[in-house]
C-alpha cells in the first residue's frame, strides 16, 4: 500500500523530477562541467557568449541536440534552448569562485602564520638557538621554508578548498532557486 503511494506520489511530480534526476545530490543544475568551461572561456575573450544552450541549466549543446546531456531537459517539450546565458548565471559563477579562493586564500595565510609563530616557538624554547644568533637564524629559515610550504599547502589546499566549495555551494544553490523563481 505504501509503495502505491509513493509511486503514485512520484508521478504526480514526474515534471518537475524528470529535470532533477541527474543531477549531483543538491538538485541545483549549475554548474555543469561543459557550463563552466564556457563562461571561463567567454570571460577571457577567447569564446563567443553566443551559442546554443539548455533553457533550463544553460549547458552548451550542439546545433541537433533535442535532449540536454546534463539535466536531460527536452528542448521539443520543456525548456528550449536559448541563444546567450543569462548574466545572472555567470554572476553566480563568479560569486561561486570569490567565495572559493577567499577560503582557499585565507586558510593559506593562516599556515603561513602558523609557520611563523610556530618556528620562533621553536627557536625560542631551545636554549641553545636562543642564545646563538647564526644556529637559530638556520632553523627559523629552515622551519619557515619547509613548514610555510607543509602547512599552506594543507591548509589552503585541503581545508580551505573543501571548506570554500561547500560554502560556495550553498551559495549557489540558493542563487540558483532566486533566480529559478524569477524566471518561472
Ligand atoms: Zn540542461
Redesign the pocket.
Known amino acids: 500500500m505504501d509503495k502505491k503511494e509513493n509511486q503514485f506520489s512520484f508521478q504526480v511530480n514526474s515534471v518537475e523530477k524528470n529535470f532533477l534526476h541527474n543531477f549531483s545530490i543538491d538538485g541545483c ?1 549549475l554548474f ?1 562541467e561543459r557550463l563552466e568551461e564556457h563562461l571561463v572561456a567567454v570571460s577571457r575573450g577567447e569564446s563567443p557568449a553566443v551559442g546554443r544552450f ?1 533553457g ?4 552548451p549543446t550542439g546545433p541537433n541536440t533535442e535532449i ?1 546531456g ?4 527536452n528542448f521539443l517539450l520543456d525548456k528550449k534552448t536559448v541563444e546567450i546565458v543569462p548574466l545572472a548565471v555567470t554572476e553566480i559563477l563568479r560569486e561561486q569562485r570569490k567565495i572559493e579562493s577567499r577560503f582557499v586564500n585565507g586558510f593559506a595565510y593562516f599556515g603561513v602564520l602558523l609557520a611563523v609563530l610556530g618556528g620562533l616557538v621553536v627557536v625560542l624554547g631551545i636554549p641553545y638557538l636562543r642564545d646563538h644568533l647564526i644556529p637559530a637564524t638556520i632553523v627559523y629559515a629552515l622551519i619557515l621554508l619547509v613548514g610555510v610550504r607543509i602547512l599552506a599547502g594543507v591548509l589552503g589546499g585541503y581545508f580551505g578548498d573543501n571548506i570554500g566549495y561547500n560554502r560556495a555551494r550553498k551559495r549557489t544553490i540558493q542563487s540558483w532557486e532566486e533566480l529559478k523563481t524569477a524566471v518561472e
Open positions: 543544475p555543469s539548455c533550463f541549466c544553460f549547458t540536454c546534463h539535466c536531460q531537459n
